[in-house]
């Protein structure tokens, strides 16, 4: 192996130039693929933050909406409903809409998503710096980690919140008590507030329109620890009309547009990675054939077949380990310049896949010139053969 090795480093050292063009363009494919992965998993976090975080084990929806919480619409009267279903700990409701958040100095408008929820109930984020409301109505908001890192926003400052009512645009002064983590939900960062005002100042398509009952998009529910989320939720659906129950995942992955988007980006990823199998196979390919004599040259002297494909398999490691790191560290440079609002993010674990099979492509994609360097039959390569 020491000599197979020493082979390869060789040929590399001697044909720096080249093998380093081809480097970079295995680099210029590893931070497309890491790209890709950060875009995917950024753009999943955008829109499912704040369900992926939430303290419960299933939300309930209005049936026949595809779990869609844009379109359900749940009276609060079926929280006593849900609540008497054996193994329910706890519900509360949430409703969602959207709202901008308007500056008088002359900062850019930022779009939020307005999240109403019940104090101290399922569906409420921990507060990291401050204190949560502890009543469904009032001024106070609880902002999220998003919100205060892109505007600046701190404890005890005031808000203005545009929605539209009706055809008018009206405008509410709310007071920031709490922080959150960050929990983005549609691309927006949150704003959460307590129920009854959320109600209130939610896009409405009549100006002061009041409703005869209060509704939900969803309602959370936390289980028993002892009970089965599964088994609970089959019996919300036997004992609560016209509802649907679904776990958190299968509740992110039925926000439209999202298991759509994460097909797309996987797929293009995974044509990524096919086109770097077939650039190094075809770059190595063509090397082995510019080289056939001196592997004749070789087996001429005795080095075995197991040596000679060592000593490929090395080179095609060698050069796709260099290339991979030059690109993550071209990614590791680009990433660290893209503005927060990008949603690009490097999660550890997708990084270290992409990594992972990004060096495997290398060997993989070089199987075919190692065939041929170790089916080299000396003396035709040496033309000695009759």
């Not at 390869?8 to 890491?34: D, K, Y």
């Not at 569906?123 to 009543?135: D, E, L, M, R, T």
């Not at 199998?277 to 004749?296: A, E, R, S």
């Amino acid at each position: 192996m020491k000599l197979a090795f020493f082979l390869a480093f060789q040929e590399v050292w001697r044909n720096r130039g080249r093998f380093l063009l081809f480097s970079l363009v295995i680099a210029l494919i590893t931070t497309l693929v890491l790209f890709i992965a950060a875009l995917s998993e950024g753009l999943a976090l955008a829109n499912k933050e704040y369900l992926e975080k939430i303290n419960a084990q299933l939300l309930v929806f209005q049936k026949n909406v595809d779990l869609s919480a844009a379109v359900s619409r749940l009276s609060l009267s079926k929280i006593n409903d849900i609540r008497r279903v054996e193994g329910v700990a706890a519900v509360g409701p949430i409703g969602f809409s959207n709202g901008v958040m308007v500056f008088s100095d002359g900062r850019e408008d930022l779009n939020v998503s307005l999240i109403g929820i019940e104090a101290g109930k399922p569906g409420a984020p921990p507060v990291i710096v401050g204190k949560s409301f502890v009543i469904d109505r009032g001024l106070q908001v609880v902002i999220d980690k998003n919100v205060a890192d892109r505007t600046g926003v701190q404890i005890g400052e005031r808000i203005v919140i545009k929605t539209i009512q009706g055809t008018k645009e009206e405008f509410y002064q709310l007071e920031v008590i709490g922080i959150t983590d960050k929990r983005q939900y549609l691309y927006q960062p949150s704003i959460f507030l307590p129920y009854r005002t959320w109600e209130q100042i939610r896009p409405q398509m009549t100006s002061g329109l009041q409703l005869v009952e209060t509704i939900s998009n969803v309602i959370a529910i936390q289980v028993n620890p002892d009970a089965d989320p599964t088994i609970v939720a089959d019996r919300i659906r036997a004992q609560v009309n016209d509802v649907d129950v679904a776990n958190i995942v299968t509740a992110y992955k039925a926000i439209p547009g999202y298991q759509v988007q994460q097909d797309t980006l996987n797929t293009q990823s995974g044509f990524t990675l096919l086109i770097g199998v077939l650039v190094i196979g075809g770059f190595f390919q063509i090397q082995m054939l510019q080289k056939v004599p001196q592997i004749g040259v070789l087996k001429a002297i005795g080095v075995s077949n197991f040596i000679v494909a060592a000593a490929v398999v090395s080179q095609i490691i060698l050069v796709t380990t260099f290339g991979v790191a030059i690109g993550s560290l071209i990614s590791l440079g680009l990433a660290l310049g893209i503005p927060s609002s990008v949603p690009i993010i490097f999660n550890g674990s997708s990084v270290l896949i992409a990594v992972g099979t990004l060096l495997l492509i290398g060997p993989l994609g070089g199987l075919v010139s190692v065939r041929l360097a170790v089916t080299v039959e000396p003396l035709i390569a040496l033309g000695l053969s009759s």
